[in-house]
């Protein structure tokens, strides 16, 4: 079966230059990135019935499935492009053409569009982001783009509203670090991302409208306070959030731990969290590397034996060796429901400042407990995991 835009009985079907547009941006964006392209002689002449808008839109999307697959490392043949190197990936009338756009690296984010008028559909848009400044578009927001790269869209419908900043910052992201054609690809076929992007990449709230209606097999990305907006109707859907850039594209790269180097004990720390279980001589370590006025919070378990004795017994040590730390009221974490555990976590961070750096001592405590403390450190990037052998040399 041919892909959408190379068969001539699919594209009849898209009967306006709007609904073939919206197919393409919604459901077959990439059609032609794995696909070994026939002879655009070929091509041409089976689509020769084309005229007017409709073809410009037909030779726009070919323009940007040919950007994407350079995008990717994947090569487009030479007749495709002599035959389409004059084409704008953005639109008829764009300045920017598709010979101009494979001089760069690039990459691509896809964002998701609410329904401006009422009763309309959800939508698609593309935010390319190029490694040269070339001639880019006035966009709301657009300043969160460094000065040295260039950024086109190209959307389903007119649009308003900076969400589009998080999935721009991620194809951003790519660029600056290198990233993989994987990657790249991931960004730009499986994932929605709809989110603004503030100072030190902290991922804003935005209102999502109707966008969660939009029919898409994709995996979706939001900032966390948006968490609370999404309606359980929704519950088929893939949602992921993120406190902010980081944490995105931890989600996106599935980078699991975030430093591959060894890393120096931080110099100022506002919090330091432990969980308490067993031996406690691993963990009372952590507690005298902090500087003084530090917050100290201390997880038990219900075994009294394996948690509250010794948690009593760390509260005694600290306030002989380490009075200036500001240890609170210890707080209790399941240890048998991670579901629970994992609750009481969020709850507890969900007033966490941006900025604010805690470390949270996971040598002790019970397995699931370090699992629930792991999983809440995915949503918040600015906790950092210790652990530590209570025989360590160092």
Not at 112 to 126: K, R
Request: negative net charge.
């Amino acid at each position: 079966m041919l892909p959408m835009l190379i068969s001539p009985q699919s594209v009849r079907g898209s009967k306006t230059t709007v609904v073939l547009r919206r197919r393409h941006l919604d459901s077959h964006f990439g059609c032609l990135l794995d696909v070994e392209l026939p002879p655009v002689a070929g091509v041409l002449a089976d689509f020769a019935w084309l005229e007017g808008e409709r073809l410009a839109e037909w030779r726009r999307c070919i323009a940007e499935e040919m950007l994407l697959r350079h995008a990717c490392g994947v090569r487009n043949p030479d007749d495709w492009l002599a035959e389409f190197a004059e084409v704008s990936p953005f639109g008829d009338g764009h300045l920017v053409k598709l010979e101009e756009c494979l001089n760069h690296r690039c990459a691509c984010g896809v964002f998701p569009l609410a329904g401006i008028l009422q009763d309309a559909p959800p939508g698609i848009g593309h935010v390319w982001i190029f490694a040269e400044p070339m001639h880019c578009e006035k966009i709301n927001g657009g300043s969160v783009i460094s000065e040295e790269l260039g950024f086109c869209t190209v959307t389903t419908d007119n649009w308003q509203g900076r969400s589009w900043q998080l999935a721009g910052m991620l194809a951003c992201r790519c660029l600056e670090t290198d990233a993989s054609a994987d990657i790249i690809r991931n960004i730009a076929m499986d994932w929605l991302a709809s989110g603004r992007v503030g100072g030190r990449g902290v991922a804003i709230k935005v209102n999502l409208g109707n966008k969660l209606a939009l029919p898409t097999g994709r995996r979706w990305l939001l900032p966390l306070d948006n968490l609370r907006d999404v309606p359980p109707s929704t519950s088929d859907l893939t949602i992921r959030t993120a406190i902010d850039l980081d944490a995105a594209w931890s989600h996106i790269t599935v980078d699991g731990t975030r430093a591959d180097t060894e890393q120096p004990w931080p110099e100022s720390l506002d919090e330091l969290h432990i969980l308490v279980g067993g031996d406690i001589k691993a963990v009372v370590a952590s507690a005298l590397f902090c500087p003084p006025r530090t917050r100290v919070q201390l997880w038990h378990s219900d075994s009294q034996n394996f948690s509250i004795l010794p948690m009593q017994a760390l509260q005694l040590v600290l306030a002989e060796l380490k009075p200036d730390l500001k240890v609170a009221e210890p707080q209790r974490l399941d240890s048998t429901d991670l579901v629970k555990a994992e609750k009481t976590l969020r709850n507890a961070f969900g007033n966490l400042q941006i900025g604010c750096l805690v470390l949270f001592n996971i040598t002790s405590g019970t397995r699931l407990m370090s699992y629930a403390v792991q999983n809440a450190s995915r949503i918040h990037p600015n906790i950092q995991l210790v652990y530590r052998d209570a025989d360590a040399s160092r």
